[in-house]
């Protein structure tokens, strides 16, 4: 079932959660992992793993340098920056426009991306401005600028911090201090959602009904709009599949040989119904596996044998992944790490440790 509330009397009604659907389909992709880190792109659909991993070569960078050329790591962004800085809040001219003075010196003043704030004149100017005002006029923040100038010369940006606010955008919304910008940022389902939420639960200036909206005050008042679009990322190129490798074998009296060979699965393959896959983990609880001299061989399971899939994509029982795609593995935490840059690939190729020997694998997921 799909839950939906209303934004207002005359707006259509709007979605709340995620189609049932949609959260089966995650499961049961989150499901494989425990049988294979060939699957550790799967991890990411749970909020929250993989967040204490090691430090990345952004955070490794000094700050100066940082804060001019690269978005804070744990901010994601709606669109692609035109540029980075870290800044003072110098003044808070409005719920969604702000002051802003770089360590050069420099004064911006830019418009919060996303929303649509009280003009000066109308009722509720003074409350939003002055719940900005009270966070962070003042302090340093973060800010990602996402368009250089809108249709009234002032750039749009991205504003964080300080301490744990990520999205100042948003946070206004969500008291009920700005509206969704909805006519230059239609897509942005979280600012979208916290409207709705303001709305029913009447807060901040909704608590006295439906005010006029921001850019109903500006036309009934022949005051200029504001109009920008952002930069969409780029889409990552499609991972290039390679050609199916004919099987090799090699004879060896010491019982050294490899064996290759490509495994995938029958076009239509569903995931079982029955299966709950979250319960994957438990029952066959993945572990790394130590070598004598104490390093680690790579990723095993128990009873892998028993796992959906496991045997038609050639393994088995007692198997040891030890390498994907060419990295070796060696923690769970570097497997969660691993899920972004596997993110939508469907083949990969795996070195399997099986009774002493390396059999290496090429494991095509296009017909999950």
């Known amino acids: 079932m799909e839950e939906y509330i209303l934004l207002s009397a005359t707006d259509p009604w709007l979605w709340k959660g995620r189609n049932m659907a949609e959260k089966s389909n995650t499961a049961k992709c989150f499901g494989l992992v425990a049988w294979c880190a060939v699957l550790a792109a799967m991890f990411c659909p749970f909020p929250g793993w993989g967040e204490e991993a090691g430090p990345s070569a952004e955070e490794n960078t000094p700050p100066a340098v940082q804060a001019e050329q690269s978005p804070p790591a744990d901010l994601k962004l709606p669109g692609v920056p035109v540029e980075t800085w870290v800044a003072?809040?110098?003044?808070?001219?409005?719920?969604?426009?702000?002051?802003?003075?770089?360590?050069?010196?420099?004064?911006?003043?830019?418009?919060?991306?996303?929303?649509?704030?009280?003009?000066?004149?109308?009722?509720?100017?003074?409350?939003?401005?002055d719940a900005l005002k009270a966070q962070i006029e003042g302090k340093q923040v973060q800010v990602a600028v996402l368009v250089d100038k809108d249709s009234t010369g002032m750039p749009v940006i991205y504003l964080s911090g300080p301490e744990d606010v990520s999205n100042w955008s948003l946070r206004m919304v969500q008291d009920g201090y700005a509206w969704w910008d909805e006519d230059n940022v239609p897509d942005d389902q979280d600012l979208k959602k916290a409207a709705a939420a303001a709305i029913t639960s009447g807060t901040g200036i909704w608590s006295k009904g439906v005010p006029l909206s921001p850019?109903?005050?500006?036309?009934?008042?022949?005051?200029?709009?504001?109009k920008y679009?952002?930069?969409?990322?780029?889409?990552?190129?499609?991972?290039?599949?390679?050609?199916?490798?004919?099987?090799?074998?090699?004879?060896?009296?010491?019982?050294?040989a490899e064996y290759r060979n490509t495994y995938t699965l029958p076009p239509g393959t569903k995931w079982p119904e029955n299966v709950k896959p979250e319960d994957l983990l438990i029952k066959h609880a993945p572990t790394i596996v130590m070598g004598p001299d104490g390093k680690p061989q790579g990723l095993t399971a128990q009873n892998i044998s028993q796992i959906p899939f496991a045997r038609e994509l050639g393994l088995q029982d007692g198997d040891i992944i030890s390498e994907v795609n060419g990295i070796p593995i060696q923690s769970i935490p570097q497997i969660v790490q691993m899920a972004p840059q596997f993110q939508g690939v469907r083949q990969f190729n795996v070195k399997i440790l099986r009774n002493g020997q390396v059999v290496p694998l090429t494991i095509d997921l296009s017909n999950l």
């Open 88 to 129: 003072s809040v110098k003044e808070v001219n409005a719920g969604d426009i702000v002051t802003l003075e770089r360590d050069s010196g420099t004064a911006v003043q830019a418009r919060l991306y996303g929303i649509d704030a009280p003009d000066t004149g109308q009722d509720g100017f003074e409350a939003a401005r």
């Open 215 to 226: 850019r109903d005050f500006r036309r009934s008042h022949r005051l200029p709009d504001f």
């Open 229 to 256: 679009s952002l930069k969409a990322p780029e889409p990552a190129p499609e991972p290039e599949k390679e050609k199916p490798k004919e099987e090799i074998k090699e004879l060896s009296a010491k019982g050294t």
